[in-house]
């Protein structure tokens, strides 16, 4: 299976076993070994997604798509699914990947094949975490009967008689995928892990699927195996993590194995049959707490420091979000004012590329931590179509990132003192803690410039379904655990927020946002450059006093090169209207200058770190639909085009809804840049044409810092 790019195996491998291959894959260069096996094959190894990111920090991690799915080989017949093959393909893959002796994670069937490697092969197998696991039979809880499965079905199949193979077989696999993960996750808001698996199962065939299910019943020619003599045969310790509302193999499944093991049990209340997705961040911490304890031999042992409580310097932990550098320079302007009230204050910043940048040419401390996150910036780029990009599905698609960042964090908070952490828009941060509450060891502040996911027309009634369902869940995050954000901070005032519902039958999002949030106003970069400092730097251009400068910029991801090609090819058009206007064409941190053609008139340059001070040098500025950019540029009173990303409900609805109570900024769409002419007429609307927007308040970094240094 290939694994994306932010989490690429140290090794990825085939290894073949009686005529069959097995895609297996290396994670991390820890001195133990986790084997995390595989499951039924409707799905395959990245049902792991969001545990090997984690585990490869501190072990060696193995995994590999069973017989039947992901990359692996996919054998015709029961006989070739049979138990006994699954658990000697793990001691293949094992000795493939030169793992000796592991720790065995399975889930359901996989677990029953690691307790089968470890009944038959003591020496391989350290431990086990069993997750979800069988005991009375192979077949779901509610059919135990083999004949439910192989006979036809009497009348219309519906619930759990669509497990069956002439279902399969006939018309009615879709409905059994759509049923069985419904099943597998009967969880709240479980959207996208349902989606997840359906998808994946849509990657093999039904028959496939056949052959492995009847391979596992031991029908069909397949050999039987009795699970009592399994678990009777094992010696090694063991940890039965099971759901209480796991409808697929009930809890009393997991009891009976864990008193049967002498085994840790593991309760998760009100958790279905697939915890290491549903509740990822509780079980990557229970697998990593009894790996470590078990091959403790093997590991290191780190040195420790603790510091007695007065001899610790107030600590802030400072979290910002990566997707465009606006967060980071209105951070750098917060935590300014917050060392002035609080000179004694220690600030690091949990942080990746592009903010890291930033932060670093500001002279400011980087955490060591930061190493282990995984990029959101690279996700969003490899999301977006042509200056499309459809920010709700980006940031859903996100889950095993936003899993592992949260990791990283909780890790720093375990093990270090932190006195209060920030968080601006740092999605992980919020919504995890809100789901491990026990997590949250300092003081916690959220900061957001827009509230309320929104759908956009495109994606019709599913995505309005979806983004009231992800609504949903945040306010009752919020109304059951009110007091887990000692501060909730809106980078704006209350008639900035949008005047849209969250979705039927919940709240307005301008109401609910009054009652929840604080309001600092609007957080810039800092005070625009005055006409001395505004002449400088038009000085450092080597603009000569009779050319006005055009900037064009698209913040800090690699998401907006097509807007800036397009503007390129727009050049020498607008220039045969306006000879002295000159281009300054800003790729930022992630776009390669080399990729846009050269024009006369038009320079090209990368990263820019005093952006804001470029834009308020500017005549007038053609930008992408970000906040801050335009919300800089508003507050410089520069002329200025917008064009929002398509299908990117913030840049479509939240940012200008923003700019029209600031009477700012003239909107363009995409299409509108299709035509070379058409950018010219608009911007020979706005050059030299004057402004009239609002003022923007220059006292939004000390209002919000005046807000943390309550809490440190």
Partial sequence: MTWPAWTRPVT??????????????????????????PTWSIIHSQFWKAQVPYLARRFRVITFDGRGSGGSDRPAGAAAYENAAYSADTLAVMDAAGADRAVLVGLSSGAMWAMQVAAEHPERAAGLVLIGAPYAGWQPNAHRDVSVWADPPEGQ????????????????????????FGQMFPEPHSTKQREDCARWAHEISPQTLVDATAG?????????VDMSTLIDAVRCPALVIHGSADLVRPLDNGRRIAEDLAAELVVVEGGGHGPMTRDPVLVNREIDRFAGRVLADRLPRTPRTWARALRRRPRVLYLSSPIGLGHARRDLAIAEQLRIRRPDVEIDWLAQDPVTRLLESAGESVHAASRWLASESAHFEAECGEHDLNAFEAIRRMDAILVNNFMVLAD??????????????????????????????????????????L?????????AWLTADYNAEMIE????????????IFVGNPQDVVAESFGADLPRIDEWTRSEFSFSGYIGAGEPPGEEARAAIRRRLRLRADERLCVVAVGGTGVGHDLLRRVADAVPVVRRHHEELRFLVVTGPRI??????????????????????????????????GLSTCMELTAARVPYLYVPLRNHFEQQVHVPHRLANYAAGQRLDYDD?????????????????PTAYRPVETDGAARAAGLLAELV
């Fill in 12 to 37: 990825e491998g085939i290894t073949e076993r009686d005529g069959v291959r097995l895609a297996y894959a290396v994670h991390g260069s820890g001195p133990a070994n986790l084997v995390l096996l």
């Fill in 157 to 180: 199949p519906q619930g759990w008689s669509l497990y069956n193979r002439h279902v399969w077989l006939g018309d009615g696999y879709d409905e059994f995928v759509e049923f069985f």
């Fill in 216 to 224: 596992r019943l031991g029908v069909d020619g397949a050999a039987f």
């Fill in 412 to 453: 720093v908070l375990r093990d270090e003192h932190v006195d209060l952490v920030v968080a601006d828009e740092a999605w992980e941060t919020d919504y995890f803690l809100h789901e491990n509450p026990e997590l949250k060891l300092s003081a916690y502040a959220w900061l957001s410039d827009f509230v309320g996911w």
């Fill in 455 to 463: 759908p956009m027309p495109a994606g019709g009634a599913p995505e």
């Fill in 477 to 488: 995050h919020r109304a059951r655990y009110p007091g887990l954000r000692d501060r909730s």
């Fill in 592 to 625: 390669d200058p080399g990729c846009l053609p050269r024009r006369r008139g038009m320079t090209v340059r990368g990263y820019v770190p005093d952006l804001p001070a470029v834009l308020a040098a500017a005549d007038l500025a053609v930008v992408q639909g």
């Fill in 673 to 689: 840049l299709s035509d070379p002419d058409r950018l010219s007429a608009a911007l020979d609307a706005v050059i030299g044409a």
